[in-house]
């Protein structure tokens, strides 16, 4: 199993992304992810590590180094009660899962051992299983392609391809 | 007849080709402009744009405009810019180089028009709203996506109407107005939908102050900040050089459409506004603070130092001097903005008070320059968020007011209510 970080509601970009490191490459800024918030979160984390957050997680500024950070150290996803609209769709262009989660993600603590799985949209805790908002087909299939980068060259590959068929 | 729908609707059933769009389907749009800036433009998006082997969708729907790294003072942020202005020149593209920041610029060059769907790479974006424009903010990755496409996919929004009735009182404006609205409805209260910002007391703000409104629609956590066009929405785009305007008319929400919430203000009851920090939601009238020091007084970002907010604080400061030990930092928001408060005697005013002038850029906004927040420091501030660490060291302290507040809080020392000064506006 993989362990829970649990954050509360209204983390920012600039928690998550901080300004003076965004000149730098993603390697520097990650290892200040969060660092105003959990000093010793990047140290700490590992991959396969879940996110539990509150409301209106990543909300703020709109650097996608936000989830690219997260998604550097490892972290498997993030499952919060709701979302800031830019980050969410950051996260998934960027192939890191994201989920809204109901009352149930409360009872997770610090350090609860955890296992996110994406395709049922759930989460595995030691008290059971919970079922989160599933996210649209599209969605899913683009963080399985890894993010939109990924899942557009699928799709220009296709349409060149589709192209010579039909020359 | 057909269903009486929002103005949201209407601008994303055009872009997707559709009679009608229903609020939660999710939906691909036409993208009528793409604006980007030199932190999350061609040195992020240019690499993807490699990988996937394409170039831009429409080179004259796509602006560019540097601001982040403005004025290049480090050897990092000079080689940003280099890389900016190689691609600017290679691409072909709209660019405006030093000339302020990017949500100002965009309208002040002519390049929004009512009913445009208009996609920028920065969360600010939503400020096209005040234009009638449904434009919202994406990250990096997503814009790659956007220009190597021209398209974008979206979930068509519920509205939130945010209605305002009443008469601004002296010595208020839209900053407070959004302020309050932050207070009550928390960073999370647009929960990434439209807001339709409409009443009397909107119709009759200027369009920079309805910029300021659109603009915190990011802080109120929505996607987009609408605001009707009027007589006053094509008049001012007219004279900013933009062509082929639309009828005002053809972009309005229907009378009868459904509106998931309405949210009703009285601007004839509200005082200033301040929030505390560290968000723009712990927002409260002025009279609830305790007298508090300042360090620094700052004017600037896209939110907070057009010339609307420079003239506004200079409304306060003419005839003062800056309180002892107290630094006043002024960046307008652009170019032609400053140009036209030397003109008017209003960059006098705040430099002879003692104000230090910044480029026309971000600046410590967005946590980037040197004049970055100290250990310590306590600073009232214009701008949209004062979240911990943004502008500064993870102990500064930011609050967030009006220009008219900041200002006299400039040249008192403290916190202070801008109606002690005078009774113009």
Known sequence: MNRAFVFCNDIDTDALAPGQYMGGGIEVLAQHCLEAVDP?????????????????????????????????????????????????????????????????????EAGDDVELDVRNSRLTTLSGTIELEPLPDFLIEMIADGGLVPHLEKRFARERMNRGEQQ | MSRPTTLAEKIIARAAGRASVTPGEVVTTKVDLAMIHDSGGPRRVEPILKRLGVGLFDT????????????????????????????????????????????????????????????GGDSHSPTGGAFGAYMFGVGATEMAGVLATGEIWLKVPETIRIEWSGTLGPRLMAKDMILAMCGKLGMDGGRYQAIEYAGETVRVLEMQERMTMSNMAAELGAQAGLIAPDE??????????????????????????????????????????????????????????????????????????????????????????????????????????????????????????????????????????????GEDVTCISTTARNFKGRMGAKSSMVYLGSPYTVAASAITGRIADPREFGDAA
């Open chain 1, 40 to 108: 010793d979160f990047a140290s700490s984390v590992k991959p396969g590590d879940v996110i539990v957050a509150g409301k209106n997680f990543g909300m703020g500024s709109s650097r996608e180094q936000a989830a690219q950070a997260l998604k550097h150290l490892g972290v498997a996803g993030i499952v919060a009660r709701s979302f800031a609209g830019i980050f969410q769709r950051n996260a998934i262009n960027l192939g890191l899962p994201v989920f809204v989660g109901g009352d149930q993600i409360g009872g997770i």
């Open chain 2, 60 to 119: 004259k729907k796509v602006v560019l405009i540097s601001d982040h790294y403005v004025p290049g003072d480090t050897e990092e942020g000079a080689a940003i810019l280099a890389l900016t202005r190689a691609w600017a020149q290679e691409k072909g593209v709209s660019f405006y180089d030093g000339e302020g920041i990017c949500h100002v610029v965009l309208p002040e060059r002519g390049h929004l028009k009512p009913g445009m769907l208009v996609v």
């Open chain 2, 232 to 373: 006053t929405t094509t008049r001012w785009l007219a004279e900013h050089g933009a062509t082929d305007l639309p009828e005002a008319a053809d972009w309005q929400s229907d009378e009868g459409a459904t509106v998931a919430e309405t949210h009703r203000f009285d601007a004839s009851a509200l005082e200033p506004q301040v929030a505390a920090p560290h968000s723009p939601a712990n927002s409260a009238g002025i009279s609830d603070y305790e007298p508090t020091g300042i360090d620094v007084a700052y004017i600037g970002a896209c939110t907070g130092a057009k010339y609307v907010d420079l003239k506004a604080a200079a409304d306060i400061i003419r005839g003062h001097t800056l309180a002892k030990g107290v630094e006043l930092l002024v960046a307008p928001s652009s170019k032609r903005d400053q140009e036209r408060a030397e003109r008017d005697g209003i960059m006098k005013v705040l430099e002879d008070a003692g104000a230090r002038v910044l480029p026309n850029a971000c600046g410590i906004c967005a946590g980037y320059g040197s004049a970055r927040l």
